[in-house]
């Protein structure tokens, strides 16, 4: 990012995944299917942190409603999606059609499948080829190429107020550097500048030395400044703590904000038939959909509310909803009717708190690159680990 353009490194993100994506109907092995998963998942996690950061490094003191835009975008986008998708996934037809081969017959195993053509097979290739995304970001570059200006917020900008400069003690950084001696203690003129003329005022101590013969006592002696000391990472540590402590309090509360938009957002579907009320699958999926959609309206409407309201008061609004949300969801283990509500609670309580935590952060530092990658190395971290817990815990329950 420090030697390239982010236009160019965004438009090679989004080129890599949708490359990725359109092969995976085309995977003729596992393996390659595999890999497809990874590529797209490791340039999917460097898009959204590049793209956060330079969306807060373009936008400033109006980055929130930019991040809650592009979020409800991209809601907007996982219910489009499935929809399109839809009239292209046929399904495995082989149970159902006679005039295929039966598999079982031949005794031949997977390479018989292979042979066997299934309908609607070769129009999966269709709706995974939307790939408009990199030839936007393309056109975008050819039309207003982007240039860092350097417009994150110093003392120096006039036009930023006096708070939010103060709110940013987290980036002041320590120099051992010698103050210069003034030119009167050098004996040096002074010169006075007005709109009219420029007038010179000799000081006082050269007066003096004229009418005296050369004193190496009293000859001025001009200190010349020392060079800055060279820090370790441990004295960087010691001398931006506060920094790094408001990072890491940042970054722990991120990790845990986002296993639980995962656990609900992502597991519900499942857990939602293992509950005393045992839903069906249809039910639950029924759920998931009002959850995913009631998701996708909190952060429409986020987008205005941070225009009025600081980041701070939308996060803590927004915890005390997903905590009455999670009331109501324990009480709805028996209870349907309490079940729909703590779901659609609970879904518009945790659909802001993602983006307004980053524009929280902006506020008393400049996210950047090495910023960025902590916060979403952090945000992802314990998702690792949440598959194999609710797995767990629905073993034992």
Not at 19 to 44: D, E, F, K, Q, R
Not at 183 to 208: F, H, K, W
Not at 271 to 282: D, E, N, V
Request: proline fraction near 5%; charge should be neutral; aromatic fraction near 10%.
């Amino acid at each position: 990012m420090k030697y390239v353009n982010r236009q160019l490194v965004l438009i090679g993100l989004v080129l890599v995944m949708a490359t990725a994506t359109s092969m995976v109907p085309n995977s003729p092995h596992v393996t390659v299917l595999y890999a497809c998963a990874l590529a797209v998942g490791t340039c999917a996690g460097a898009w959204s942190n590049a793209k956060t950061v330079w969306l807060i490094e373009i936008w400033q003191t109006s980055n929130a409603p930019v991040l809650h835009l592009c979020s409800f975008l991209f809601g907007i986008g996982t219910i489009i999606g499935p929809l399109v998708d839809k009239q292209f996934v046929l399904g495995d037809r082989l149970a159902s059609n006679s005039s295929l081969v039966n598999l079982a017959s031949t005794g031949t195993g997977a390479a018989d499948h292979d042979a066997v053509p299934l309908p609607g097979k070769s129009m999966l290739w269709l709706p995974f080829a939307i790939i408009g995304g990199c030839t936007l970001m393309a056109l975008m570059y050819l039309c207003k190429k982007y240039e860092n200006q350097n417009h994150m917020i110093s003392e120096s900008q006039s036009q930023v107020s006096d708070e939010l400069v103060s709110r940013k003690l987290f980036d002041k950084k320590r120099t051992d550097t010698v103050q210069p001696t003034s030119d009167v203690e050098l004996g040096y003129p002074t010169s006075t500048v007005t709109s009219t003329l420029i007038t010179i005022t000799p000081a006082t101590p050269i007066t003096a030395l004229d009418n005296k013969p050369y004193n190496p006592t009293t000859a001025p002696i001009i200190d010349t400044p020392t060079p800055a000391k060279h820090h370790t990472l441990l004295d960087n540590f010691r001398q931006n703590h506060d920094r790094w402590l408001l990072i890491g309090l940042v970054s722990a509360f991120l990790a845990f904000q986002m296993s639980s938009e995962v656990i609900y957002m992502q597991f519900s579907a499942t857990y939602f038939q293992y509950i005393p009320l045992k839903l069906s699958a249809q039910t639950s999926a029924t759920l998931m959909s009002s959850m995913a959609l009631t998701f996708t309206m909190g952060r429409g409407i986020s987008i205005f509310v941070a225009m009025r309201f600081r980041p701070q008061h939308i996060i803590a609004g927004h915890l005390l909803i997903s905590f009455a949300g999670l009331a109501i969801l324990y009480a709805g283990q028996r209870s349907l009717e309490c079940l729909w509500a703590g779901s659609m609670i609970m879904s518009y309580g945790l659909s802001p708190i993602i983006c307004s935590t980053y524009c929280f952060l902006a506020q008393y530092l400049d996210v950047k690159n090495r910023v960025g990658t902590v916060l979403l190395f952090s945000a992802e971290s314990l998702n690792m680990f949440v598959p194999f817990l609710m797995g767990l815990s629905m073993l034992f329950s």
